[in-house]
């Protein structure tokens, strides 16, 4: 019977509880009632309840609870099982995941984690909804937003988007038949060139979500707090890249529509308040030039935002076993019309030229 360790000391995860068992993804009932032995070992199993969360495109979620009068602890009322995708710890570090997932829960910015387990973790249900369409851009919500980014590190951290893009790409290359030489070559080019010109920017390295699509933020309207689940990409990232990918994920997953990317008039009002957030420490004010810079960069790091989902997407056409067309998804998000693409990684400085939005110049698509 499997019992309860300390998971190997990692940072922050060294606290961790450790389950030895590895839960069957086609039929998880069996291995998800003697996981909740050890959590809950007050439930009645036979009164346990079983949800499925079907949005997701990596991971399968299913949230576990029995009824309010059969409940021994009012407050253990749903616990959360989340199953690892079919080999995706080939491009998902597990142990950095369960280490941010305990440094952010620490800073009160994401929820309680009970254990891991072989193929995956359990972790606390925050009560609230998954962000609408119409929530993204109200202004109570978005004010609330990005606090992770003020978290401090005590060791200098290197940006992980470079060092996640080759290893995706050696993972492709791996994956793939000798007839997709070329696309490889393609997506290797567009990478060095994002790379060259956006590291030149200087874009501050912070705490970075790296995969804020609105069904990852989640909003308890009660008491009005705006809080983050699923933690997989979550590491020390450009602050731009995670704002541009923000943006990008504003118009959708599976039912794509640019027409609800922010306005250039919404992404500004963001990136003011983000900014006066931001700057509360040092209690300096926000300059016009500050906000026109950080949106210059957050509208080419969308750039890399695109081609990173891209070749994840393309990655998982060839790995995943959940039902979602990434195929169809990999080719939104590659199709890059080159001079166009160029000319926004040039973009001028100057506040009144800046008057596109990204996804319209170069890369058709991204969730």
Request: hydrophobic content about 35%.
């Amino acid at each position: 019977k499997p019992g309860m360790s300390r998971c190997p000391p990692i940072g922050l995860c060294s606290d961790i509880p450790h389950v030895d068992l590895e839960i069957n993804e086609e039929e998880p009932e069996p291995g998800i009632l003697e996981l909740l032995q050890i959590l809950r070992p007050d439930w009645c199993l036979e009164q346990v309840y079983m949800k499925s969360f079907t949005e997701g495109i990596t991971n399968r979620l299913i949230g576990c609870f029995v009824r309010p009068d059969q409940r021994p602890d009012p407050d253990s009322d749903l616990v959360l099982v989340r199953l690892y995708g079919r080999h995706t710890d080939l491009f998902v570090d597990r142990s950095r995941e369960v280490q941010m997932v305990r440094l952010l829960e620490s800073r009160g910015c994401g929820p309680k984690i009970y254990c891991s387990f072989r193929n995956g973790i359990s972790y606390e249900y925050l009560p609230g909804a998954p962000l609408s369409d119409r929530l993204l851009t109200q202004p109570h919500i978005y004010r609330s937003d990005l606090g992770l980014h003020q978290i401090k590190n005590s060791e200098s951290e290197e940006p992980v988007l470079w060092k996640k893009m080759e290893h995706l790409l050696n993972l492709i290359q791996m994956n793939q038949s000798e007839e997709s030489q070329e696309s490889r070559w393609v997506l290797r080019t567009e990478m060095v060139l994002l790379k060259s010109s956006l590291s030149r920017l200087r874009s501050p390295v912070v705490l970075c979500h790296n995969d804020l699509l609105t069904k990852n933020i989640i909003y308890n309207k009660e008491i009005g707090t705006v809080k983050f689940i699923d933690f997989e990409y979550c590491d020390f990232n450009y602050q731009a890249f995670d704002i541009g990918n923000h943006f990008n994920e504003f118009a959708g997953v599976s039912d794509l529509d640019y027409s609800r990317y922010p306005s250039p008039g919404l992404q500004k009002d963001w990136i003011t308040t983000y900014l006066k957030n931001y700057s509360q420490e040092t209690g300096s004010e926000v300059t016009e030039q500050e906000v026109t810079r950080l949106y210059v960069h957050v509208c080419k790091f969308s750039l890399a935002s695109n081609l990173f989902w891209g070749m994840w997407a393309i990655l998982q056409s060839k790995l995943s076993s959940i039902d979602f067309d990434f195929r169809r998804c990999s080719l939104s998000f590659t199709q890059v019309t080159q001079k166009p693409y160029v000319e926004t990684l040039r973009l001028h400085r100057s506040h009144n030229k800046i008057m596109f939005k990204p996804q319209a110049v170069s890369i058709n698509g991204h969730s």
